[in-house]
Antibody
Framework: QITVKESGPTLVKPTQTLTLTCTFSGFSLITSGVGVGWIRQPPGKALEWLALIYWDDSKRYSPSLKSRLTITKDTSKNQVVLTMTNMDPVDTATYFC???????????WGQGTLVTVSS | QSVLTQPPSVSGAPGQRVTISCTGSSSNIGAGYDTHWYQQLPGTVPKLLIYGNTNRPSGVPDRFSGSKSGASASLAITGLQAEDEGDYYCQSFDGSLSVVVFGGGTKLTVL
């Protein structure tokens, strides 16, 4: 059984750095072709892909947010961490972690964590 | 503005068939990258509905089907049910930017 869970602060102040952790089980990030991604969804709005890290440690970032994002993995802990710098109220959203098996789809999603940016 | 274009909304009566389009370009769907579809019912997490253009994960009813032609993909839902009401998103990969791309989502209303 595959499980995915996001963790991190629910409230951050403008200009602060957000650090989110995705912890998963039943899924191996050392298998060739697999990846773990982050997707966010502002309240009432569409899904927005943020970042993806592959089994070989290659990384992809949303072009519009690339300068603010860093994604890393710890395969020994089955964790992927996303940091986003210089947070702004417009970054208020539910942040999802999702697992990508060898194919290109995100097959398994966490429940999401709502992050509010406010002073 | 999303790289993949979806209609903001579609609607249909129970039992009817609806389709949701997802229009890309020569750098994503048109380049041969697969399209995947997600269903997000109100207040829930997105769920994979169709992967690899036409494939249904285990447990997804065969009322849902996907297709692809050129730089566009489509999701068809037959025998509409009230519980199908929600948001639907397409997703692919853009080879020119090497990034994942989502559509802007389509709200399905069952009349």
């Amino acid at each position: 059984q595959i499980t995915v869970k996001e963790s991190g602060p629910t409230l951050v102040k403008p200009t602060q750095t957000l650090t989110l952790t995705c912890t998963f089980s039943g899924f191996s990030l050392i298998t060739s072709g697999v990846g773990v991604g982050w997707i966010r969804q502002p309240p009432g709005k569409a899904l927005e892909w943020l970042a993806l890290i592959y089994w070989d440690d290659s990384k992809r970032y949303s072009p519009s947010l690339k300068s603010r994002l860093t994604i890393t993995k710890d395969t020994s802990k089955n964790q992927v961490v996303l940091t986003m710098t210089n947070m702004d109220p417009v970054d208020t959203a539910t942040y999802f972690c999702a697992l990508k098996p060898v194919a290109g789809s995100f097959d398994y999603w966490g429940q999401g964590t709502l992050v509010t940016v406010s002073s | 503005q999303s790289v993949l274009t979806q209609p903001p909304s579609v609607s249909g009566a129970p039992g009817q068939r609806v389709t949701i389009s997802c229009t890309g370009s020569s750098s994503n769907i048109g380049a041969g990258y697969d399209t995947h579809w997600y269903q997000q019912l109100p207040g829930t997490v997105p769920k994979l509905l169709i992967y690899g253009n036409t494939n249904r994960p285990s447990g997804v009813p065969d009322r849902f089907s996907g297709s692809k032609s050129g730089a566009s993909a489509s999701l068809a839902i037959t025998g509409l049910q009230a519980e199908d009401e929600g948001d639907y998103y397409c997703q692919s990969f853009d080879g020119s930017l090497s990034v994942v791309v989502f559509g802007g989502g389509t709200k399905l209303t069952v009349l």
